[in-house]
């Protein structure tokens, strides 16, 4: 799978993709997140415009860790993956070694607020609906002043939920992606 020249994600045992700025191997197992589903896609996409370097990123339902991976490449000074899985937790692990990732921390949490982790630059989360609806409020206090929340996993349906909720926590959606019936919202804290 190919994002415009950006990214390339492979298996460990497929050929070398050359013509990418960067190549990530990950081998699913059985966790979501390869890539080739729309949502992973648009979310590999929009990393593409933000500015990582020497940033602290979360990924909140890192699944096969590939958001993790790429945003370690793009220069993050420390990656927390989260997730709820044990199979995600360990694939993660997996993908993280098999990229020689030195800067992601793979954790096992059930809600995106974890104290004592600090405030985070840049939020990744492709989930679903239901889980970002009752997550965000703990996505936002995670979230540094001018940080960004990457939201997907979620349909078109989905954005006046999403939308609504992310005003309840002073939070407004700056950009909108979409892939077939499928959406990526970038939001941020309103200013005070």
Known sequence: MVVEGFCAIRAHFHPPMPGVEHELIITPQMSFGTGHHATPYMMLQAMRGLDLRGKRVLDFGTGTGVLAILAERLGAAYVAAIDNDDWSIENAQENVAANGCGRIEVLKRDTA????AGLFDVILANINKHVIL??????????????VI???????????DIENE???NNLSVSE????????CLKTGKKPE
Request: no cysteine.
């Open 150 to 160: 990457l939201l997907s996993g979620l349909l078109s349906d989905d954005e006046e």
């Open 176 to 183: 909108r992606m979409t892939k077939g019936s499928w959406i």
């Open 113 to 116: 607020a974890s104290p004592g």
């Open 166 to 168: 992310a005003a309840k």
């Open 134 to 147: 009752k997550q965000l409020a703990g996505l936002k206090q995670q979230l540094t002043p001018g940080g």
